[in-house]
């Protein structure tokens, strides 16, 4: 059995829509799958918008606490599957995503998570700029092979992300410990926030409670990413707060490649790196160089962070 769960906040309507359109046609009989949305405490009143008549165990339950990971955390807990699937409201499964799940998971007793490929479906037509960063719109492609992977010495980077990730509920029993108790550090999205370090914290775990992570080229999704996405403003922001999460995100759990700074040399390695990456030249350069700061950031606040 499989629990489709579906973070939102807010959604826009006609993208939801596409996303339960795409379940509504999955291959897998609907006796063997549930779906819960989880609303993470939405005002635009969006459930009584949307049609989820056409499956027998389908809901939508509410976590006021906001935050992506609070949400995904709902659902989990609500799931009544030991396989869940996680899908944004702006995911596009492909028809055979959820029966191919089962078979992958059937097939392979030591596998925790898994996840494969999202290809970009762009709501404009001007898209070379995200195009170049398509990496930080959680849009990938690891080629036609399998992938697997027990290594916990470094973060894999066949490591499936949030966005169509499928696991085990008994794999991540650790993860969930963690939180409720208090010691970890959410670092997902959270209203205008983009950081989104909540996809490696839940793979780490399950990684670390002995499970093998597989990438999987037949799992496939769009991504609906929409005309302010592929914006400069939008995609520096996002690599900054990437960035700063993902630093954050190594050094808690002692993988980071690098050292700590002083937060007072914030300034100058700033403008050095502006100079470095010529900043001022194109947007390319300003995203880049957005990056490099979001990096800075996390180096110099880790253990601001870490005592609070």
């Given at each position: 059995?499989?629990?489709?769960?579906?973070?939102?906040?807010?959604?826009?309507?006609?993208?939801?829509?596409?996303?339960?359109?795409?379940?509504?046609?999955?291959?897998?009989?609907?006796?063997?799958?549930?779906?819960?949305?989880?609303?993470?405490?939405?005002?635009?009143?969006?459930?009584?918008?949307?049609?989820?008549?056409?499956?027998?165990?389908?809901?939508?339950?509410?976590?006021?606490?906001?935050?992506?990971?609070?949400?995904?955390?709902?659902?989990?807990?609500?799931?009544?599957?030991?396989?869940?699937?996680?899908?944004?409201?702006?995911?596009?499964?492909?028809?055979?995503?959820?029966?191919?799940?089962?078979?992958?998971?059937?097939?392979?007793?030591?596998?925790?998570?898994?996840?494969?490929?999202?290809?970009?479906?762009?709501?404009?037509?001007?898209?070379?700029?995200?195009?170049?960063?398509?990496?930080?719109?959680?849009?990938?492609?690891?080629?036609?092979?399998?992938?697997?992977?027990?290594?916990?010495?470094?973060?894999?980077?066949?490591?499936?992300?949030?966005?169509?990730?499928?696991?085990?509920?008994?794999?991540?029993?650790?993860?969930?410990?963690?939180?409720?108790?208090?010691?970890?550090?959410?670092?997902?999205?959270?209203g205008n926030s983009l950081s989104s370090s909540g996809d490696n914290e839940m793979v780490w775990e399950i990684i670390n409670s002995g499970w093998a992570i597989g990438y999987f080229p037949e799992l496939q999704l769009q991504h609906i990413i929409p005309e302010v996405r592929t914006k400069k403003e939008y995609l520096a922001k996002l690599n900054f707060q990437i960035q700063e999460s993902w630093v954050l995100f190594l050094l808690k759990h002692n993988i980071?490649?690098?050292?700590?700074?002083?937060?007072?040399?914030?300034?100058?390695?700033?403008?050095?790196?502006?100079?470095?990456?010529?900043?001022?030249?194109?947007?390319?350069?300003?995203?880049?160089?957005?990056?490099?700061?979001?990096?800075?950031?996390?180096?110099?606040?880790?253990?601001?962070?870490?005592?609070?």
């Amino acid at each position: 059995m499989i629990s489709v769960i579906i973070p939102t906040y807010n959604p826009d309507l006609k993208r939801l829509h596409q996303v339960l359109t795409a379940l509504a046609e999955q291959t897998l009989e609907l006796n063997f799958w549930e779906i819960i949305v989880i609303d993470n405490n939405s005002t635009s009143g969006f459930e009584s918008l949307i049609d989820l008549s056409w499956h027998p165990r389908a809901r939508v339950v509410t976590e006021v606490e906001p935050g992506l990971s609070y949400a995904r955390l709902k659902g989990i807990a609500m799931a009544s599957s030991a396989i869940i699937v996680m899908v944004d409201d702006d995911n596009i499964l492909k028809r055979d995503y959820l029966q191919r799940v089962l078979q992958i998971f059937n097939s392979n007793p030591s596998l925790g998570a898994i996840g494969g490929k999202i290809t970009p479906m762009f709501e404009g037509s001007n898209n070379q700029l995200a195009l170049m960063f398509e990496n930080l719109l959680a849009v990938r492609d690891l080629g036609e092979d399998i992938q697997i992977c027990t290594n916990n010495e470094s973060y894999p980077s066949i490591a499936p992300v949030g966005a169509g990730m499928a696991f085990r509920k008994s794999s991540i029993c650790t993860y969930v410990s963690k939180i409720v108790a208090g010691k970890n550090i959410i670092s997902d999205r959270k209203g205008n926030s983009l950081s989104s370090s909540g996809d490696n914290e839940m793979v780490w775990e399950i990684i670390n409670s002995g499970w093998a992570i597989g990438y999987f080229p037949e799992l496939q999704l769009q991504h609906i990413i929409p005309e302010v996405r592929t914006k400069k403003e939008y995609l520096a922001k996002l690599n900054f707060q990437i960035q700063e999460s993902w630093v954050l995100f190594l050094l808690k759990h002692n993988i980071c490649p690098w050292k700590t700074i002083l937060p007072l040399s914030l300034p100058f390695r700033k403008l050095k790196s502006w100079i470095k990456c010529r900043a001022w030249k194109n947007e390319v350069n300003y995203i880049k160089w957005q990056g490099t700061c979001g990096t800075f950031n996390g180096l110099a606040n880790f253990k601001k962070i870490e005592t609070t």
